[in-house]
């Protein structure tokens, strides 16, 4: 199979008490690097430079398709707790605004800095047998370097195979419901979270491990479960991607086998909810 992934990868800024320390992160790199475990991977990107380790990384995942930039999308990540944490944008690099001609599987969007056109979505969808999308950074605004969330006309979003949103990030979405994507996914860190297919609904328990930083979760879950919803059904698809995330998050690595992944995902809780 072949996978799209469409976004900025960043230059992350990391700081826990007097620790900082610099790495390669962003939704597309933290997508692009689950989905190394079900496709051939094709990462979208725009950027100026990056540590030739970082590039050296990112070419062990996948094709890169790099967009010049006289800019590096940088944040500074400051947690206070393993699963929270204040965001400054530091620097932004271009617009991602045209897409490959070649036929895809998956096409997976993840913006994190509002650089994807919204048009982009409905042209994923001529080059895509399935289209997710993270709704996160077509949410975000910035002013000098702090982040707010604004509403968003959601309505380009209908009809696209996955969507993933953050439970604060639901009420900033307008012209939407939970049946207007196939499936629609709203986590809230180690919290239940709901999903929806089809318009039913689920409640989904994360599965419980240590973990000390919280970096990449929705991106990981987000791509796992496209991953696994081109093969398998929504139910398995979801439990399998709670095992995944669980198992990246507790060794901040994909070094692990797809029945690691099986055998977790028995403790996985998923249940019908009305609504």
């Known amino acids: 199979m072949r996978c799209l992934v469409v976004g900025h990868v960043t230059r992350d800024v990391i700081r826990k008490g007097s620790k900082v320390?610099?790495?390669?992160?962003?939704?597309?790199?933290?997508?692009?690097?689950?989905?190394?475990?079900?496709?051939t991977v094709e990462i979208l990107t725009s950027f100026s430079s990056l540590p030739g380790g970082w590039m050296e990384e990112?070419?062990?995942?996948?094709?890169?398709?790099?967009?010049?930039?006289?800019?590096?999308?940088?944040y500074e990540l400051t947690y206070?707790?393993?699963?929270?944490?204040?965001?400054?944008?530091?620097?932004?690099?271009?617009?991602?605004?045209?897409?490959?001609?070649?036929?895809?599987?998956?096409?997976?969007?993840?913006?994190?800095?509002?650089e994807v056109p919204k048009s982009l979505v409905g042209k994923a969808a001529k080059i895509g047998?399935?289209?997710?999308?993270?709704?996160?950074?077509?949410?975000?605004?910035?002013?000098?370097?702090?982040?707010?969330?604004?509403?968003?006309?959601?309505?380009?979003?209908?009809?696209?195979?996955?969507?993933h949103t953050e439970k604060g990030e639901v009420r900033y979405l307008r012209n939407i419901s939970p049946g207007d994507a196939d499936s629609f996914l709203i986590?809230?860190?180690?919290?239940?979270?709901?999903?929806?297919?089809?318009?039913?609904?689920?409640?989904?328990?994360?599965?419980k491990v240590e973990v000390e930083e919280s970096t990449g979760a929705g991106d990981v879950f987000l791509a796992s479960f496209s991953g696994f919803y081109l093969q398998c059904p929504f139910i398995q698809?979801?439990?399998?991607?709670?095992?995944?995330?669980?198992?990246?998050?507790?060794?901040?690595?994909?070094?692990?086998?797809?029945?690691?992944?099986g055998r977790l995902s028995l403790e996985a809780k998923v249940e019908h909810i009305n609504g």
């Open 21 to 39: 320390e610099e790495r390669l992160g962003g939704g597309a790199y933290y997508s692009a690097l689950a989905l190394t475990k079900f496709c």
């Open 58 to 74: 990112l070419k062990r995942i996948g094709e890169l398709r790099v967009l010049q930039s006289d800019s590096t999308t940088t």
């Open 80 to 114: 206070t707790s393993p699963s929270e944490r204040t965001l400054r944008l530091l620097e932004r690099a271009g617009e991602i605004g045209s897409l490959p001609a070649e036929k895809y599987d998956l096409v997976l969007i993840n913006p994190v800095a509002n």
């Open 129 to 163: 047998k399935l289209v997710a999308v993270d709704a996160q950074g077509f949410l975000r605004t910035f002013k000098n370097g702090e982040i707010e969330l604004t509403e968003l006309d959601a309505s380009f979003l209908r009809g696209i195979g996955v969507l």
């Open 187 to 207: 986590t809230d860190g180690p919290n239940p979270g709901v999903a929806y297919h089809r318009g039913r609904a689920y409640r989904f328990h994360p599965v």
């Open 237 to 261: 698809s979801l439990r399998r991607a709670l095992a995944f995330t669980a198992l990246f998050l507790e060794r901040r690595s994909i070094s692990f086998s797809m029945e690691d992944v």
